[in-house]
């Protein structure tokens, strides 16, 4: 308990700092690209600066992703909810991943009458889409990515050391036979910045953004590794409060009709 604690306020005067970076760097790169916008304007495609000024125009966007992914984690960003089915999230979502990702076999699993939850969709399919990316990079040889969807009901217990309520959650698994993570690896994955990918090829911004985003919808995440073998995330987010209400009294009257 001690470690979680110590873990959570880490992450918190992370995103304390993260955010306040992020924010000021996001105005900067907002004035170079309205500056850029306009010199753009009044130039001709011919000009011998156009293709030099649409790659500074690009890599500015490029920035901008960025920094809005460091306010994810900082903060959640920007934020509309809507009541949604998360088996229709998984399924658009991992349809369009496995177009484009053919070498590796997607198995899905749903939870029948799903419980709404109340979510911003947007944000939700990045999420999935960071999980999918980094499970497809976990296994270059290809491999096996399960997702599957379940109803949960989360007791006090469970949810303490998160600081979220007890109750009924939607719970979303992501599971990969990939190469896994070492105990150290597993202790960081959710910093911002944290990465073990060489290169350019990782930003470790995706589960840093991932983890704000979710944090902000009241869930969850956790994470299962097993060096060699693979890994599993998975996502809780709370049924809507209609939901809840329900469950409740489908349970009162579960409990009645036993007496
Ligand atoms: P990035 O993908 O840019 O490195 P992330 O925040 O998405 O940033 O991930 C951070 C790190 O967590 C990765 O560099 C990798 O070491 C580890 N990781 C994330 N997902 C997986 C996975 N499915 N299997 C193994 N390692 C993973």
């Given at each position: 308990l001690e470690a979680q604690l110590h873990k959570i306020q880490r992450m918190e005067s992370l995103g304390t700092l993260a955010g306040g970076i992020a924010h000021n760097f996001n105005n900067l790169l907002m004035g170079i690209l309205g500056n850029i916008s306009l010199i753009l304007?009044?130039?001709?495609?011919?000009?011998?600066?156009y293709e030099k000024l649409k790659n500074v125009e690009h890599l500015v966007q490029e920035g901008a992703k960025l920094s809005q992914e460091l306010l994810d984690f900082a903060r959640g960003g920007k934020f509309q909810v809507e009541p949604t089915d998360l088996n229709k999230v998984v399924k658009r979502s991992s349809d369009m991943f496995a177009q484009t990702k053919r070498q590796i076999k997607i198995y899905t699993k749903f939870q029948k009458d799903i419980w709404t939850v109340e979510v911003d969709v947007g944000q939700i399919e990045q999420v999935l889409l960071n999980l999918y990316i980094n499970a497809w990079q976990a296994m270059p040889g290809g491999g096996e990515l399960y997702l599957e969807t379940q109803n949960i009901t989360l007791d006090e217990n469970y949810v303490r050391p998160f600081k979220v309520k007890p109750g009924p959650y939607v719970k979303i698994s992501v599971t990969d036979t990939g190469v896994g993570m070492d105990e150290t690896t597993k202790q960081r994955?959710?910093?911002?910045?944290?990465?073990?990918?060489?290169?350019?090829?990782?930003?470790?911004?995706g589960l840093a953004s991932a983890y704000g985003i979710i944090k902000n919808h009241g869930g969850i995440i956790t994470v299962y590794s097993e060096k060699g073998r693979g890994t599993t995330f998975n996502i809780y987010f709370p049924a809507s409060e209609k939901e809840a209400i329900k469950q409740e009294k489908l349970a009162e009257g579960v409990l009645k009709g036993g007496e």
């Open positions: 304007l009044n130039k001709n495609p011919s000009h011998p600066d994955i959710f910093e911002p910045f944290f990465t073990t990918k060489e290169g350019n090829r990782g930003t470790g911004l």
